[in-house]
């Protein structure tokens, strides 16, 4: 098959998000000035950089009663975020994260997790987390939306610290299946992360 229009590709939902899969999540905590809490998760994320290391990730769309989303927002006003990285058992805490709430409603609290004291930034990162990103926004890239009423935004940070739980640290390496990492792919579906295997590059 073949489709060059979102809104004609003749299946049950758009593959699209199905087929660039799987994505990691970027759950982002970010706080407003009056030291407001937020929790949120993003599976248009991803490294950017490693020297020095930098992430982006996309908070699209409006708020269901309009405007940006509080992340958004939050991050704007700070200037600072944490990026929190989500493994399979922390997979219900994150989804209820998910959900449309007041601007009011703290969702560490909603989740059930607890926040952290990060050594960089004043925005706090979820303890239960198996590693955390604490990190300064660097630029915010606007970009084109075919919804009248949803914004495309890339936000970049660097990143100025990194947490990791001892627990996943093996003969001095990350090990991929202690930590479990949980990726989102299209639809409602999600993948946990139980196998890897090791392939060299040629020449070394």
């Known amino acids: 098959m073949f489709y060059d229009d979102p809104k004609n590709h003749k299946m049950r939902h758009n593959p699209f998000k199905a087929l660039v899969a799987p994505r990691p999540i970027a759950w982002v905590s970010s706080m407003d000035s009056n030291g407001l809490l937020n929790l949120a998760p993003f599976s248009y994320f991803n490294a950017v950089a490693d020297a020095p290391p930098m992430v982006f990730f996309s908070p699209n769309g409006p708020r269901p009663a309009g405007g940006a989303k509080d992340t958004l927002n939050n991050i704007e006003e700070t200037n600072e975020f944490v990026v929190n990285?989500?493994?399979?058992?922390?997979?219900?805490?994150?989804?209820?994260?998910?959900?449309?709430?007041?601007?009011?409603?703290?969702?560490?609290?909603?989740?059930?997790?607890?926040?952290?004291?990060?050594?960089?930034?004043?925005?706090?990162?979820?303890?239960?987390?198996?590693?955390?990103?604490?990190?300064?926004?660097?630029?915010?890239?606007?970009?084109?939306?075919?919804?009248?009423?949803?914004?495309?935004?890339?936000?970049?940070?660097?990143?100025?610290?990194?947490?990791?739980?001892?627990?996943?640290?093996?003969?001095?390496?990350?090990?991929?299946?202690?930590?479990?990492?949980?990726?989102r792919h299209g639809y409602m579906d999600y993948s946990a992360t139980e196998n890897v295997f090791e392939m060299m590059r040629p020449g070394g």
């Open 85 to 183: 990285l989500c493994s399979w058992e922390l997979r219900d805490a994150m989804n209820k994260s998910s959900a449309s709430v007041d601007p009011d409603v703290d969702e560490f609290a909603l989740a059930g997790v607890t926040p952290a004291d990060c050594v960089h930034v004043k925005v706090p990162r979820v303890k239960e987390a198996p590693a955390s990103l604490e990190c300064k926004f660097l630029t915010r890239i606007s970009m084109p939306s075919s919804n009248p009423i949803s914004r495309n935004n890339m936000i970049i940070g660097e990143v100025v610290g990194v947490h990791i739980d001892d627990r996943i640290i093996e003969d001095g390496m990350v090990n991929t299946t202690a930590y479990h990492p949980l990726a």
